[in-house]
C-alpha cells in the first residue's frame, strides 16, 4: 500500500509542463471547450508567441487584465515582451550593417520568447557578414541567419514591375489596391480588384515570388508620378 502511494506523484510529474509561467498538465483535455472568445485569444496568443494552453490561458484571463495586445498577459509575458521591444531596437542597426549585401533577404523581429532578430540570407553567409550583424546586438545569439527563396532587392524590383504594368500605363481609377514585400514569406503580396487581374498575375509571375488575392479596397488612382501603394518591406 505504501509502495502504490509513493508511485502516484512520480506519475503525475510526467505531465507537468511550464507555459508562460504557468505549471500545466499538458495531456489533460480542458472540461469546457473554447468559447469563440476564448478562440480569439489563442489565434492572437499563436500570432504573438504565448502559450495557447486552454487551462494556462484561462487562469491568466482570471488574474491578469486585458493588456494592450487585446488579451490578458501574465508578469511573464509582459516581461518578454518589453525584452523583444528592446531587442527590436536594435533591427535597423542590424539592416545597416548588411543591409547592403545582394544576398540580404530582409530583417525582422521573431515573436517567440524573449525574442530574436532574424534575418533573411540567400544561400550561406558570409561569416564575416555574420560576425558584423552580431557585433551590433548586446546579446550576438538572438540573432538567426535564415536562409530565403529571394533577395529583397529581388522582390522590390518585381513589386515595381508589377505596379508599372498594372498602373503605369492607365489613366484614372485602377484593378490595383496594394501591394508589400514579406520579407519572413520571401514573396511580395499583391491585392487587385479583380480576378482577371489576379489570374493574369498568377500565370505570369511564380506563386513561390508573387502571392495575389482578391479584395475590395480603395481603388488606385493613375498619375504620372505614381509610386507602390503600400509598404516595401520590413
Known amino acids: 500500500m505504501f509502495r502504490r502511494f509513493m508511485l502516484i506523484p512520480a506519475v503525475l510529474a510526467v505531465g507537468l509542463g511550464v507555459a508562460g509561467g504557468y505549471v500545466v498538465a499538458n495531456p489533460v483535455t480542458p472540461e469546457k471547450p473554447a468559447t469563440a472568445v476564448e ?3 489563442l489565434a492572437l496568443r499563436e500570432k504573438w508567441g504565448f502559450t495557447r494552453d486552454l487551462e494556462a490561458v484561462r487562469r491568466i484571463d482570471a488574474e491578469h487584465a486585458v493588456s ?11 516581461a518578454q ?12 542597426d542590424v539592416s545597416r550593417v548588411v543591409g547592403a549585401d545582394p ?3 530582409g530583417v525582422w523581429l521573431i515573436n ?8 533573411g540570407w540567400v544561400g550561406v553567409p558570409d561569416p564575416a557578414r555574420v560576425k558584423a550583424a552580431r557585433a551590433v546586438l548586446p546579446d550576438p545569439s538572438r540573432l538567426r541567419f535564415i536562409e530565403v527563396a529571394h533577395s529583397r532587392s529581388h522582390l522590390l524590383a518585381i513589386q515595381q514591375q508589377i505596379f508599372d504594368e498594372i498602373v503605369g ?15 519572413v514569406r520571401s514573396v511580395v503580396e499583391v491585392t487587385v ?11 505570369e509571375y511564380p506563386a513561390d515570388e508573387v502571392h495575389v488575392t482578391v479584395g475590395r ?6 498619375a504620372p508620378t505614381s509610386h507602390p501603394a503600400g509598404s516595401s518591406g520590413r
Not at 81 to 92: C, E
Not at 112 to 119: E, H, K, P, Q, T
Not at 193 to 200: G, I, L, V, Y
Not at 217 to 222: I, L, Y
Open 68 to 78: 494592450y495586445l487585446g488579451f490578458p498577459m501574465s508578469e511573464h509575458e509582459r
Open 193 to 203: 480588384a479583380s480576378e482577371a487581374t489576379a489570374d493574369s498575375l498568377r500565370a
Open 169 to 183: 500605363v492607365r489613366q484614372g481609377l485602377t484593378p490595383f489596391r496594394s501591394s508589400s514585400v514579406d520579407v
Open 112 to 119: 517567440r520568447g524573449s525574442g530574436s532578430i532574424g534575418v
Open 81 to 92: 515582451m518589453r525584452s523583444r521591444g528592446r531587442l527590436g531596437a536594435h533591427i535597423g
Open 39 to 41: 478562440k480569439r485569444e
Open 217 to 222: 479596397g480603395v481603388a488606385f488612382q493613375a
Open 103 to 105: 544576398h540580404f533577404g
